[in-house]
Nanobody, 124 residues
């Protein structure tokens, strides 16, 4: 079992930055790929970014490329999402997830464990 706890969400103005963190329990964190997804009200949950188990490979949704950066610290069992140049359309609940395959997949159904989410609101 893996438990994931997100933090770092909040209210920010357009153009601002936030860094989300996701702390994982358990000893096998370095075996899992990690992903960030988001869900806006009335919309489906969508892929944002993912990173391989050792951090050597990443994927991003087109909508966040060049603005968001995913990273991980396996010594701290934590994955991060640095979000810059935020836009109102980035407003959503952000969820981290763990994928036992170790590969940075982009499909929601590939992920085995999920956190409870943290809210990001970008004001215009």
């Amino acid at each position: 079992q893996v438990q994931l706890v997100e933090s770092g969400g909040g209210l920010v103005q357009t153009g601002g930055s936030l860094r989300l963190s996701c702390a994982a329990s358990g000893r096998s964190f370095s075996r899992y790929a990690m992903g960030w997804f988001r869900q806006a009200p009335g919309k489906e949950r969508e892929f944002v970014a993912s990173i391989s188990s050792r951090g050597g490979s990443t994927n991003y949704a087109d909508s966040v490329k060049g603005r968001f950066t995913i990273s991980r610290d396996n010594a701290k069992n934590t994955v991060y999402l640095q979000m810059n140049s935020l836009k109102p359309e980035d407003t959503a609940g952000y969820y981290c997830a763990a994928d036992l395959s170790g590969r940075p997949r982009t499909v929601l159904g590939a992920y085995d464990y999920w956190g409870q989410g943290t809210q990001v609101t970008v004001s215009s």
